[in-house]
């Protein structure tokens, strides 16, 4: 994984197996997770979401809303690396 973050500016990129190991981790798991073993790339500029891409696509609408958040949140809390 990884989280560059330059002038308001914040890019996540995650592989597959990221999305996987935070979908199933013990205890914390995402039951009938829609982002488990997918490629994630998501853009924030202040706090909005400006781009991103679910398998280097970004019309996946089956990847449900509150957990990409719930991933993006966690990711930038630092509770998942």
């Given at each position: ?25 013990p ?25 991103y ?18 991933f ?10």
């Amino acid at each position: 994984m990884r989280i560059k973050r330059y002038n308001g500016t914040v890019k996540i990129w995650a592989s597959s197996t990221d999305t996987y190991i935070w979908a199933h981790r013990p205890g914390n798991s995402w039951p009938c997770s829609t982002l488990s073993g997918k490629r994630l790339y998501a853009e924030f500029f202040h706090g909005d979401l400006v781009d991103y891409a679910i398998n280097g696509k970004c019309d996946d609408t089956n990847i449900h809303g509150h957990e990409f958040s719930a991933f993006i949140e966690d990711i930038l809390k630092g509770d998942f690396e």
